[in-house]
DNA sequence: AAAGATGCCTGTAAGC
DNA sequence: TGCTTACAGGCATCTT
């Protein structure tokens, strides 16, 4: 599914492609998405608008123009595959969209998602940051310098345990459950642990596993991400190198341990038996 | 305030 | 083999 380093290596990609191009088009196929998609606004918004840049919020993908945002989010299936040529739509594409670059030939990019859990959107520029889907949001965890220390003074008043309080994007964006369980692991951190039972050293490191995880899947994705442009075949995501996550029962890579699979407000949460202790105390 | 349940979906895998 | 069922997950919203 994709997280946010998925969306980050989508984002770069388009942003390549089709910056300075002229959206031509905009055809829809359905619209009830998660949310239903508001076709005539977005049309009307966009069509002749040049694509200024292609950006990522959480896990939102966004295209700006001067005076307009287009506003993507692909849930769990969701795809965003580009054709440099008129392409055979698949079954479960919901919107193509044509841009026009200046002398080239134009592209096509098909919003793909079988689940129709994601949903796009528009809005005016200049209500982007205050939209109903980012007002809320808490930082960006890989342009926050002060993550951990965000992290630990917002946690001293929070009864709730750790993996839940790093995957409220409240508190931080874009760690989704197999991140959570990475981060964990990475951090030596059992996802049980109450969020205000762990100290500022705690959450730097924790802070630093999240992004270390986070970067390595965005490196990883440059160089595998290779089903976005004229896909063949059945297109997916890069594979991850999890540490934990999907692993129950095989051994620890660090100590040898056993990998247990729990649930935690019904996620499938792994964690090592012997790396991850359970208390933290200091 | 926190925790749990619910709804939104369907491809895939597992079980019988 | 063919059917049924459970599961995966983000995110908002409602209830306890």
């Known amino acids: 599914m994709p997280e946010l380093p998925e969306v980050e290596c989508l984002a770069r990609s388009i942003r390549r492609i089709a910056k300075g191009g002229i959206l031509e088009d905009a055809v829809f196929f359905r619209e009830d998405l998660r949310e239903p998609i508001p076709i005539k606004e977005f049309r009307k918004l966009w069509l002749g608008e040049t694509i200024d840049d292609v950006t990522r ?18 849930g769990m299936s969701g795809k965003i595959l580009c054709y440099d040529s008129p392409a055979v739509r698949l079954s479960h594409t919901h919107a193509v969209f044509t841009v026009r670059r200046f002398g080239d030939e134009p592209l096509y990019l098909h ?3 079988p689940r129709r859990f994601g949903f796009i959107n528009c ?25 951990g220390q965000h992290l630990f003074e917002i946690s001293r008043s ?11 994007a409240h508190n931080v964006v874009g760690v989704g459950n197999i991140y959570a369980n ?34 390595a899947a965005i490196k990883a994705g440059g160089t595998t ?3 976005f442009l004229n ?6 995501y890069f594979s991850q190198n999890l540490s934990v996550y999907g692993r129950e029962g095989e051994p620890c890579r660090v100590c040898g ?8 407000t019904n996620r499938a949460t792994y964690h090592c038996n012997q790396c991850q202790i359970e208390k933290i105390k200091k």
Do not use: W
């Open 182 to 215: 990475e981060a964990l692991f990475r951090a030596r951190i059992h996802p049980n642990t109450q969020s205000r039972e762990l100290n500022l050293g705690h959450y730097q490191s924790l802070a630093r596993a999240i992004q270390t995880t986070l970067r």
């Open 225 to 227: 991400f290779r089903d």
């Open 123 to 147: 809005c005016r520029i200049e209500n982007l940051e205050t939209h109903r889907y980012f007002a809320h949001l808490g930082p960006e965890p890989l342009e926050n310098r002060r993550l």
């Open 57 to 74: 919020r959480s896990k939102y993908l966004l295209l700006q123009s001067k005076r307009a945002a287009a506003i993507f989010h692909l």
């Open 158 to 168: 929070r009864h709730v345990a750790i993996k839940q309080f790093i995957m409220d």
């Open 257 to 264: 341990g056993q990998i247990l699979l729990s649930r935690m």
């Open 111 to 113: 919003y793909v998602d």
């Open 231 to 236: 896909p063949d075949g059945n297109p997916g």
